[in-house]
T-cell receptor, first 117, second 112 residues
């Protein structure tokens, strides 16, 4: 079964520090990999979308990397802020054979990040 | 632009009761989706609508029905609620299937 595994499950860091979140996937073939940020009690918000041919993509202090050969992605957060406290979800879009305009999204369980002052 | 809106924000039902969760988007998107999010699990797709007039089952459709009322609105109905349907429900939309999805704020449903 296609899976998306994220680590660590949770992480506590001090404000101003950097951190890296990991995502390993077995989805194949896939069209893109996405990282979402979900604040407590809110819906997920897209941070980055990378196609299988892209290695890195940045969005402000967030930088995502993708290694399609090893099926690994990471999300690096630089100079963390209190507002970065949230769950970060890795999502892989599976290519659906036989038409399927939906494209099947496989969601990871997320990494819960807490940034402390 | 309000984006994706959902009503209600919270709901408590008794087992066997029915209700409809409403979702609307003002981004002129073709595709809309209903997900559920349970503790310790990733979001799971219940139903989706690739375009106005079409709906398809997702990963966990049992116990739910949907209606794509028009291009803006996509509702999710629980005909006979069960405790296993206690969850947070998210509606999302995208311009086309496979493109970036925009999520609503969610509906927290408790079935007792």
């Amino acid at each position: 079964k296609n899976q998306v595994e994220q680590s660590p499950q949770s992480l506590i860091i001090l404000e101003g520090k950097n951190c890296t979140l990991q995502c390993n996937y077995t989805v194949s073939p896939f069209s893109n990999l996405r990282w979402y940020k979900q604040d407590t009690g809110r819906g997920p918000v897209s941070l980055t979308i990378m196609t299988f041919s892209e290695n890195t993509k940045s969005n402000g202090r967030y930088t995502a990397t993708l290694d399609a050969d090893t099926k690994q992605s990471s999300l690096h957060i630089t100079a963390s802020q209190l507002s970065d406290s949230a769950s970060y979800i890795c999502v892989v879009s599976e290519i659906v054979k036989n038409g399927g305009s939906q494209g099947n999204l496989i969601f990871g369980k997320g990494t819960k990040l807490s940034v402390k002052p | 632009n309000a984006g994706v809106t959902q009503t209600p924000k919270f709901q408590v039902l008794k087992t066997g009761q029915s209700m409809t969760l409403q979702c609307a988007q003002d981004m002129n998107h073709n595709s809309m989706y209903w997900y559920r999010q349970d503790p310790g699990m990733g979001l799971r797709l219940i139903y989706y609508s690739a375009s106005e007039g079409t709906t398809d089952k997702g990963e966990v459709p049992n116990g739910y029905n949907v209606s794509r009322l028009n291009k803006r609105e996509f509702s999710l109905r629980l005909e006979s609620a069960a405790p296993s349907q206690t969850s947070v429900y998210f509606c999302a939309s995208s311009s086309i299937g496979g493109s970036e999805q925009y999520f609503g704020p969610g509906t927290r449903l408790t079935v007792t």
